[in-house]
C-alpha cells in the first residue's frame, strides 16, 4: 500500500503509471495493448500469437490459454 497526500495524486499515479511501463519490454507493451474479439472467426492468443477460431475451440491451440466470454 502506497500512502500519497491528496494534492499528490495525480502526480503518483502519473510516476507509477511511468514506472510500470519502464520495466515492460516491447514486446510487453504490445501484447498488453492487444485486444482479442471472441465473436471473430479467428483470434490470435495474446500469450504465444496463434491463431484459432474461439468458437469452435476456446482454448489456444499453442499454449493453452483459455479464452472465454
Same mark, same amino acid.
Given at each position: 500500500?502506497?500512502?500519497?497526500? *491528496? $494534492? ?31 465473436? *471473430?472467426?479467428?483470434?490470435? %492468443? @495474446? ?6 477460431? @474461439?468458437?469452435? $475451440?476456446?482454448? %489456444?491451440?499453442? %499454449? ?6
Amino acid at each position: 500500500m502506497l500512502a500519497v497526500a *491528496s $494534492q499528490n495524486l495525480i502526480w503518483a499515479q502519473r510516476f507509477l503509471e511511468m514506472e510500470r511501463l519502464q520495466n515492460l519490454s516491447e514486446e510487453d507493451r504490445a501484447a498488453e495493448a492487444k485486444v482479442v474479439d471472441l465473436d *471473430s472467426t479467428e483470434v490470435e %492468443c @495474446p500469450a504465444c500469437q496463434a491463431a484459432f477460431n @474461439p468458437a469452435d $475451440q476456446p482454448t %489456444c491451440p499453442g %499454449c493453452g490459454l483459455r479464452l472465454a466470454p
